[in-house]
T-cell receptor, first 115, second 115 residues
Framework: AQKITQTQPGMFVQEKEAVTLDCTYD???????LFWYKQPSSGEMIFLIY??????QNATEGRYSLNFQKARKSANLVISASQLGDSAMYFC????????????FGSGTQLTVLP | EPEVTQTPSHQVTQMGQEVILRCVPI?????FYWYRQILGQKVEFLVS????????KSEIFDDQFSVERPDGSNFTLKIRSTKLEDSAMYFC?????????????FGPGTRLTVT
């Protein structure tokens, strides 16, 4: 079974600063994918970034980057130059190959960007 | 950019009533999912659907739930006799290649309130 752990229920960051949201995972599958989604107060789930377990390089998408440390089973999201619009709930999720292809989500981190 | 759509955005129903939540996945996608998010909690997998049948379901997805793809575009979740604890946001998601570790596209969600 897969498990995703997000240990930070809430985080604050000053506008224009960088912030790291933690995510650790547990799986016995050798091949898996890690995702980050943003959920603003309006409720929709917005895909941010994806990292495959065999990817050699850390994923980046604009201001988002994923600090993937496979040996430590961590996949932290780094948001650079935070903006007020980044205030939202952030979920880490994992999908393992070989299983039904659903995502397993963590409990989320509520990020608040301060002006 | 193609997107997953869901209707209605908000549904209020009385306990014991049947509800049908509707989703239109992205047109060339093959794998479809329903997830649930109780207010303030993490997103939980309900069911996955491929090739016109359920491929996997969670323990939440009991006999009160059913899914259907009645035509080539719609994907529905039916709750036969709603309970208070069914109140949640329900997300539909799809992706085109279940065997790959690719992004799942989420719809905007249907907020179900059972009174």
């Amino acid at each position: 079974a897969q498990k995703i752990t997000q240990t930070q229920p809430g985080m604050f960051v000053q506008e224009k600063e960088a912030v790291t949201l933690d995510c650790t995972y547990d799986t016995s599958d050798p091949s898996y994918g890690l995702f980050w989604y943003k959920q603003p107060s309006s409720g929709e789930m917005i895909f941010l970034i994806y990292q495959g377990s065999y990817d050699q390089q850390n994923a980046t998408e604009g201001r988002y980057s994923l600090n993937f440390q496979k040996a430590r089973k961590s996949a932290n999201l780094v948001i650079s130059a935070s903006q007020l619009g980044d205030s939202a709930m952030y979920f880490c999720a994992m999908r393992a190959s070989g299983s039904a292809r659903q995502l397993t989500f963590g409990s989320g981190t509520q990020l608040t960007v301060l002006p | 950019e193609p997107e997953v759509t869901q209707t209605p955005s908000h549904q209020v129903t009385q306990m014991g009533q049947e509800v049908i939540l509707r989703c239109v996945p992205i047109s060339n996608h093959l794998y479809f999912y329903w997830y649930r998010q109780i207010l303030g909690q993490k997103v939980e997998f309900l069911v996955s659907f491929y090739n016109n049948e359920i491929s996997e379901k969670s323990e939440i997805f009991d006999d009160q739930f059913s899914v259907e793809r009645p035509d080539g575009s719609n994907f529905t979740l039916k709750i036969r006799s709603t309970k208070l604890e069914d109140s949640a946001m329900y997300f539909c998601a799809s992706n085109w290649r279940g065997t790959g570790l690719y992004e799942q596209y989420f719809g905007p969600g249907t907020r179900l309130t059972v009174t």
